[in-house]
């Protein structure tokens, strides 16, 4: 059985690299002063990539294929060990599989998420990197050869952690209390009006709040909360490769001095959804995973 996965895994690479195959890859940097344990998932029905997880030490990287469009997302793990059974579990964005590889489950929030559909509506990629679910690490989507005037660098570069408000803040006992992540207000405050539902289900109800501006004036190019759509949602032709780098700028923080207009409500949709213009079919069924997933 071992040798058939290897045949298969062999042939499947050879594959993507003969010329006319069209494929993307992902280079995958750590600048993090940290350890961090990269994890992928695939949107549902398409095939899990060569790996689901693995672990960068500080400035590692690993370059991973994947096929022509292909849609998932890739995001870090954080204070991740391993106990006396073998069990391995992170404190920011496990993904509960017990293992480095993450097999198919999603990062439990908060989590910093990089979102991508290739070769989707129009032959165009389609990506965003997502605040939705909260914030674990900076991190920075770079395309490489692509084409388009929406085609540019995109993340959130910005340590919030310290800046996160009290409410929001997630510590490490293990670390002597240190914020390690800040959720997002639905997650913290579990309202209406920050989780999209109920009367506040809509793009005309479900407006920015006063959590999520201060995610969106830290990382004007990462969805804040779900209805962020023009500014946080990107394309690029001709299928350019991307390096997604983490802690792009080493000890940079955020300041919770840009606070906006607190009397806006607003909220987050669950696993980093966020909508796209009315011209376009709307991506989210691609670039995100099913509730509870």
């Given at each position: 059985m071992a040798q058939l996965t290897t045949l298969?895994?062999?042939?499947?690479?050879?594959?993507?690299?003969?010329?006319?195959?069209?494929?993307?890859?992902?280079t995958i940097?750590?600048?993090?002063?940290?350890?961090?344990?990269?994890?992928?998932?695939?949107?549902?029905?398409?095939?899990?990539l060569s790996t689901t997880g693995f672990v960068l030490q500080k400035d590692e990287s690993k370059t991973i294929t994947a096929p022509a469009s292909w849609?998932?997302?890739?995001?870090?793990?954080?204070?991740?060990?391993?106990?006396?059974?073998?069990?391995?579990?992170?404190?920011?964005?496990?993904c509960s599989s017990g293992k480095v590889e993450c097999a198919g489950n999603n990062a439990l929030p908060p989590a910093t998420l990089a979102e991508f559909k290739l070769d989707g509506y129009g032959g165009l990629d389609f990506f965003d990197?997502?605040?939705?679910?909260?914030?674990?690490?900076?991190?920075?989507?770079?395309?490489?050869?692509g084409k388009g005037q929406n085609c540019t660098s995109i993340g959130c570069v910005s340590d919030l952690n310290e800046s996160c408000p009290s409410e929001l803040k997630v510590t490490s006992t293990a670390d002597g209390g240190e914020s390690v992540a800040c959720k997002s207000a639905c997650a913290a405050l579990d309202l209406d009006q920050y989780c999209c539902r109920g009367a506040y289900g809509t793009s005309d109800t479900c407006k920015p709040s006063t959590y999520s501006q201060i995610f969106k004036t830290a990382c004007p190019r990462a969805y804040s909360y779900a209805y962020d759509d023009k500014t946080s949602t990107f394309t690029c032709g001709s299928s350019p490769d991307y390096t997604i780098t983490f802690c792009p700028t080493p000890n940079t923080r955020a300041t919770p001095s840009a606070v906006m207009n607190s009397t806006k409500m607003g909220s987050v949709l669950p696993q980093g959804r966020g909508p796209v213009p009315p011209s376009m079919p709307d991506p989210r069924t691609h670039l995100s995973a099913p509730p509870g997933s």
């Open positions: 298969l895994m062999s042939l499947l690479t050879l594959f993507l690299s003969t010329p006319g195959v069209i494929s993307t890859t992902f940097i750590n600048k993090c002063d940290y350890t961090v344990w990269p994890g992928i998932q695939s949107s549902a029905g398409i095939a899990s849609g998932g997302r890739f995001w870090g793990r954080t204070h991740c060990s391993q106990d006396s059974t073998g069990k391995f579990a992170c404190v920011t964005a496990d990197v997502s605040l939705v679910d909260g914030y674990n690490l900076p991190m920075l989507v770079v395309p490489q050869g």
